[in-house]
């Protein structure tokens, strides 16, 4: 007797009420496949239905879209937390009430005497956080940051001298090791004029400041990356040239100068790296997702598992840590307005090729460096997510034609780069795709940027960020102008007891683990059903696997592993 197919009908959604629930079988379909009209009635009906419940809204003027919600409340139930997130995340309650605990010693003192003082609030640490604890003041320490830390995105290969950098005279020999530099092809720089002219934070009626550093940094042989040269001010025409301060000047000058840069990585990373590039990007591709492609179409199959509590956590930060009175205003320097600035320049920079790995890299001058950890697990990743797109994608799309006539998936890429990134098609984000490559990496993109990429600049902020002096959320006195720097002016620059509380609680409630952490491709819902989808999803977890082995191996043998893009730890989507 012949053996009875099987076939599924998924239902991963919440039931409500005593409606009629249609439940397409799991099989993916297209317009194009569904010659008889056989779905046609049901797509329409539930992209209207969920038209009018995943609707637009603009949150603050030149920035993405987001959901139109103003509390997670307003969200809905399909996407909002399950039980087990939504207990663990209001119970960082226990985050509360550490912070309250640290604020019970902040009425103690106000700021803290030496850098040793820092320790007393170091409790939540992580073996990397002890480490940096350790080293921070080590120049080789200070470049590794830009390769490995938790913001390895602004590193360039200097192709020129910046036009900036004004070198004062009395130390023409710079010039002269800065053009040496060059020539060998192993300078390099970090510019932080995003931040120019950006208004700065008052906390607690007090002035905060911010500084526009530049850091040219030199790639020794052993991949080490030091800091040759930091500008914390562009000159200003009448005015006289700023300072430069070198490894040769006094410890502490030289430890407040590195000090400053490490606050500016600490803004442009927390709002434009990740905020913006993972959060509020990925925001756009769930809402769009959810407006533009039904239930049955293999492109929604495909990116669903990826956008798992997006809406909802991008809801809780909107309210909570960005919001009037939230966490950049009570603690940043670029809080109180400046940082939606700041977002808003990051928003008008963002381009399609910044959130590719190969064509980022290659844009910054930084591929085949050994020492770039990130850049090799970042590209290995997305070779591994290309292949499984691919092979989604070439199984319900036999030909570019298929693309260009699929109006679901049109309809999906308009909406993302005209509606939720608000015309970005002049930043290259495509309007249309016309073949199954330009498809396949656009999905690639979408679904790097939810998992691979949020885990890279999220994942260590403890490790990174727990040793406040290494990276002050902000800084209570201008930038240095001269060199004579003691150790009370460090400690009146960097950020009080209040202000470091509320750093190490909040990096501590944004990088723990999460109790219903999905790894990468194995999230257990069945969306897909056939032989074919789910040999291709096997394959994929085959890949990872391997090099989970790959990257395992290649840490025993590294004095400071890095693991942010180790498969197993890379959460499926942005959830927190």
Not at 167 to 174: K, R, T, V
Not at 354 to 368: E, K, M, T, V
Not at 390 to 397: E, K, N, S
């Amino acid at each position: 007797m012949e053996k009875e197919k099987e076939i599924v009908f998924p239902c991963y959604c919440w039931l409500q009420g005593d409606g009629i629930i249609c439940l397409p079988e799991a099989t993916a379909w297209m317009k194009r496949n569904d010659v008889l009209g056989l779905f046609q009635k049901h797509q329409e009906e539930e992209l209207e239905e969920r038209r009018t419940l995943y609707r637009w809204a603009t949150w603050k003027n030149g920035m993405p879209l987001t959901v139109d919600a103003a509390s997670a409340k307003d969200l809905p139930l399909d996407v909002r937390f399950h039980e087990e997130k939504k207990i663990d995340f209001n119970g960082s309650q226990v985050a509360g009430v550490m912070e309250i605990a640290l604020k019970r010693l902040s009425t103690l003192l106000s700021s803290w005497n030496n850098l040793e003082d820092f320790d007393k609030i170091f409790w939540n640490k992580s073996a990397l956080a002890k480490r940096v604890q350790q080293y921070w003041k080590d120049d080789a320490f200070f470049g590794y940051q830009f390769l490995n830390g938790i913001n390895p995105t602004l590193l360039r290969r200097s192709t020129s001298l910046p036009t900036r950098l004004v070198i004062p005279p009395g130390i023409e020999g710079l010039q002269v090791q800065l053009e040496k530099k060059l020539q060998e092809g192993c300078l390099f720089e970090v510019d932080f004029s995003l931040l120019d002219g950006i208004q700065a934070n008052v906390i607690q009626g007090e002035r905060q400041y911010l500084a526009v550093p530049l850091v040219m940094l030199k790639m020794e042989p052993d991949g080490k990356l030091l800091p040759i040269v930091i500008q914390l001010q562009p000159p200003c025409p009448g005015s006289p040239v700023p300072p430069l301060f070198l490894p040769s000047d006094p410890s502490l000058t030289w430890l407040l100068a590195k000090a400053w840069v490490k606050n500016s990585d600490f803004q442009l990373h927390e709002l434009q790296v990740h905020l913006l590039k993972t959060h509020l990007v990925a925001e756009v591709f769930a809402v769009a997702t959810m407006r533009c492609l039904p239930g049955i179409h293999p492109i929604f199959k495909l990116l669903v598992p990826h956008i798992r509590y997006t809406m909802e956590i991008n809801t809780r930060a909107r309210t909570a840590l960005i919001s009037d009175g939230g966490v950049f205003d009570q603690a940043i320097n670029t809080g109180g307005g400046g940082h939606l600035d700041v977002l808003r320049r990051a928003t008008n920079s963002l381009t399609y090729r910044s959130l590719c790995p190969p064509y980022d890299l290659a844009d910054r001058g930084l591929l085949g460096i050994q020492s770039y950890l990130y850049a090799q697990d970042a590209l290995r990743l997305w070779d591994i997510i290309f292949r499984y797109v691919q092979g989604i994608v070439h199984l319900h799309y036999s030909e570019d034609k298929v693309v260009q006539n699929d109006p679901e998936i049109q309809a999906w890429c308009r909406e993302i780069t005209e509606i939720g990134l608000c015309g970005a098609q002049e930043q290259g984000f495509p309007v249309s795709f016309q073949s199954r490559a330009e498809l396949c990496h656009f999905v690639t993109m979408c679904i790097f940027t939810c998992t691979a990429q949020h885990s890279a600049v999220n994942k260590g902020q403890l490790d990174w960020y727990a040793w406040v002096p290494n990276a002050p959320c902000t800084m209570r006195q201008p930038p240095p102008t001269t060199k004579d720097v003691t150790l009370e002016m460090v400690m009146a620059t960097l950020p009080n007891v209040y202000q470091s509380c509320i750093q190490m609680a909040i990096v501590w409630l944004l990088s723990r683990n999460q109790p219903d952490m999905v790894p990468l491709g194995h999230h257990k819902e069945q969306y897909f059903s056939g032989p074919g989808p789910k040999a291709v999803l096997r394959h994929f977890q085959e890949d990872l696997a391997t090099l989970e082995r790959e990257i395992v191996a290649r840490n025993e043998g590294l004095d400071l592993p890095y693991y942010y893009l180790q498969p197993s730890q890379i959460e499926n989507s942005v959830t927190i």
